[in-house]
C-alpha cells in the first residue's frame, strides 16, 4: 500500500496560468506536510511546508491541507517556465516505524509550464 | 550558512565492492537521514540519525549501514554492491526530528 500518493504527470500549464498539484496521504495521524521542487539532474528544494488546516501562502505558492481528506496541495499562480521541475509532496507520518523522524514521499509530479 | 554537503559527487564502482559515502549536515542541525533515488522508486527512506543514534530505518537490506558522529556528520556505507545498488544517494539535514528537511547536492553512484 503506498503511502503517500500524486498524480505522476505530466502537468501542462501554459504561462501565467496557476499550476494546481495534489496529494494524497495514507496516515491519518501524520502531522507535517512538505512540497520539495526538483529539477532534473538537481536534488529535492524545499519550497514550502504546512502543519496546520487550511491554506499557506508564500509569494506565488499556496499549500493547503484538509487532514480530514488527508490531502495536501500546491498552488502555483501565475506559472512560469523556470516553475517546469518535478514537485514532491513529503509526509511525516506519526506512526511509521513507531518515530517522527523521516519523511515519506511520493514518487512526484512534473510539471511543465508552457511559454 | 552552509548548506548541506555530501561527498564524494559520483562513484563508479564494480560489483561486490563497497562504498562510503559523506555527509555534512547544515551547522546545528542534529538530525541526518539517507534517501535512496531512481527514476522507478522515487524517494525511498533509508536511515535517521539523530545524536549519534539511529532512530529509524527504511526497509533495505542490511548491506546498507550508516552512522553518525559527535559533530552530526554521517556516512552511510553499502557493502558487496550490486547493480540495482547504482542511484542518487541523497543526505538532508533537519533542526529537529519530523521538521523541515534540506538536501545536500547527492552522490551518484554507478555499479558496473
Known amino acids: 500500500q503506498k503511502e503517500v500518493e500524486q498524480n505522476s504527470g505530466p502537468l501542462s500549464v501554459p504561462e501565467g496560468a496557476i499550476a494546481s498539484l495534489n496529494c494524497t496521504y495514507s496516515d491519518r495521524g501524520s502531522q507535517s506536510f512538505f512540497w520539495y521542487r526538483q529539477y532534473s539532474g538537481k536534488s529535492p528544494e524545499l519550497i514550502m511546508f504546512i502543519y496546520s488546516n487550511g491554506d499557506k501562502e508564500d509569494g506565488r505558492f499556496t499549500a493547503q491541507l484538509n487532514k480530514a481528506s488527508q490531502y495536501v496541495s500546491l498552488l502555483i499562480r501565475d506559472s512560469q517556465p523556470s516553475d517546469s521541475a518535478t514537485y514532491l509532496c513529503a509526509v511525516n507520518m506519526a506512526s511509521y516505524g513507531g518515530s517522527q523522524g523521516n519523511l515519506i514521499f511520493g514518487k512526484g509530479t512534473k510539471l511543465s509550464v508552457k511559454p | 550558512k552552509a548548506g548541506v554537503t555530501q561527498t564524494p559527487r559520483y562513484l563508479i564502482k564494480t560489483r561486490g565492492q563497497q562504498v562510503t559515502l559523506s555527509c555534512s549536515p547544515i551547522?546545528?542541525?542534529?538530525?541526518v537521514s539517507w534517501y535512496q533515488q531512481t527514476p522507478g522508486q522515487g524517494l525511498q527512506f533509508l536511515f535517521e540519525?539523530?545524536?549519534?543514534?539511529?532512530?529509524n530505518k527504511g526497509n533495505f537490506p542490511g548491506r546498507f549501514s550508516g552512522r553518525q558522529f559527535s559533530n552530526s556528520r554521517s556516512e552511510m556505507n553499502v557493502s558487496t554492491l550490486e547493480l540495482g545498488d547504482s542511484a542518487l544517494y541523497l543526505c538532508a539535514s533537519s533542526p529537529g526530528r519530523g521538521s523541515e528537511a534540506f538536501f545536500g547536492q547527492g552522490t551518484r553512484l554507478t555499479v558496473v
Open positions: 540519525y539523530f545524536s549519534e543514534t539511529q532512530r
Open positions: 551547522s546545528g542541525h542534529r538530525s
